[in-house]
């Protein structure tokens, strides 16, 4: 089988959150970490109480609201709670989010804080609204609008944290022409690749052609009976016969001529043995989902190669059907369906 390209990884999930307040106290300049190694050190012994209980009781990125703080430190007093919340906040340890209209928290990893710290003012600005893009990513342009500083500003703060390897500049199937960064350490979404079916923000026809030859011979071969099946098959009746093998002849000597399986034949292959069988063979090492190959299925069906049966839970090759026909993905009058259809 032809080489096929590489595989990416998967998609982290997307964060749901808005940029975090900014810190009351001011961080430390960029490139002097002075003190960002004992954050908790320089909280009050309620406060760091606080902190703990909010990394160490709920998964990692859990959102608390009020109430829930109130019964995990156990204050009821506001005032005293909102004082240790903000003895947080101000060492970047928690942030504040907003679910319409109420106000949650959400604590920071101390590595992540340490990292704030380490920032300039206005890096810290630039980051905070690239971690809320999540997977999406954020374009520069939607950076200086919601930072309001100016360009030059922005192209410094993102070409400092970019040498630091806190965000990187990723390409947009969708926007190949804008410039969007998102935090190093998430992979983008599906929406912003354009998935399997994409290489460096191109449609990469090579790898889809590929595919859609491999999946149509498996599917040819699962669809027709070999001479070995049809040795096996029950003898054609005839008015001579009644459905009776010729007594001069031996039963596995007799080929008959059926070309197709009858048709209560039930083994078709369905999109999971199909997934199955390119999963396993080794033919591709990029990851594919059952969707993917339901893509590769649609088209093929489009092209007139196959057929669904069984109130389309198996896929059938359609008779005199063959590999060498072009496909759409190299047919200029089937484009529509690049652009619309399951590869977008």
């Known amino acids: 089988m032809p080489a096929v390209k590489a595989p990416k990884a998967s998609s982290s999930a997307r964060a749901a959150s808005q940029p975090y307040a900014m810190p009351l106290s001011p961080p430390a300049s960029s490139g002097s970490s002075s003190g960002s190694m004992h954050l908790l050190e320089n909280l009050s012994q309620p406060a760091q109480t606080m902190y703990n209980k909010m990394i160490n009781s709920m998964p990692e990125g859990h959102i608390y609201t009020q109430s829930e703080l109130t019964e995990l430190v156990g204050i009821s007093d506001p005032l005293r709670l909102m004082g240790l919340i903000q003895e947080n906040m101000n060492m970047g340890l928690v942030k504040m989010l907003h679910q319409g209209d109420d106000l949650c928290y959400q604590a920071i990893k101390k590595e992540d804080a340490e990292k704030i710290q380490s920032m300039t003012k206005d890096e810290a600005m630039v980051y905070s609204y690239i971690e ?29 944290l970019e040498s630091k390897r806190y965000i990187k500049n990723i390409k947009s199937v969708k926007y190949p022409t804008r410039k969007i960064y998102m935090l190093a350490s998430l992979q983008p979404s599906i929406d912003v690749t354009g998935g399997p079916w994409f290489t460096d923000s191109e449609l990469d026809t090579e790898f889809i052609s590929s595919l859609l030859s491999i999946v149509f011979r498996y599917i040819m071969s699962e669809s027709f009976p070999t001479e070995e099946d049809r040795r096996r098959l029950p003898p054609p009746a005839s008015k001579k016969t009644n459905g009776k093998p010729t007594k001069n002849k031996k039963r596995e000597d007799i080929v008959y001529d059926q070309v197709s399986y009858p048709a209560n034949y039930r083994f078709y292959p369905s999109i999971t043995q199909i997934h199955e069988f390119i999963r396993t063979s080794g033919i591709t090492t990029v990851e594919l989902a059952q969707s993917d190959i339901k893509a590769l299925l649609d088209v093929l069906v489009y092209d007139g190669k196959i057929e669904t049966i069984d109130h389309g839970m198996t896929y059938r090759a359609i008779l005199g059907a063959t590999v060498d026909d072009e496909t759409s993905v190299q047919a200029s009058e089937f484009d529509s369906i690049w652009s619309y259809g399951p590869f977008l």
């Open 132 to 160: 809320s893009s999540g997977t999406e990513g954020i374009w520069t342009k939607t950076i200086k609008a919601k930072t309001n500083l100016h360009q030059s500003v922005v192209q410094r703060c993102l070409k400092g």
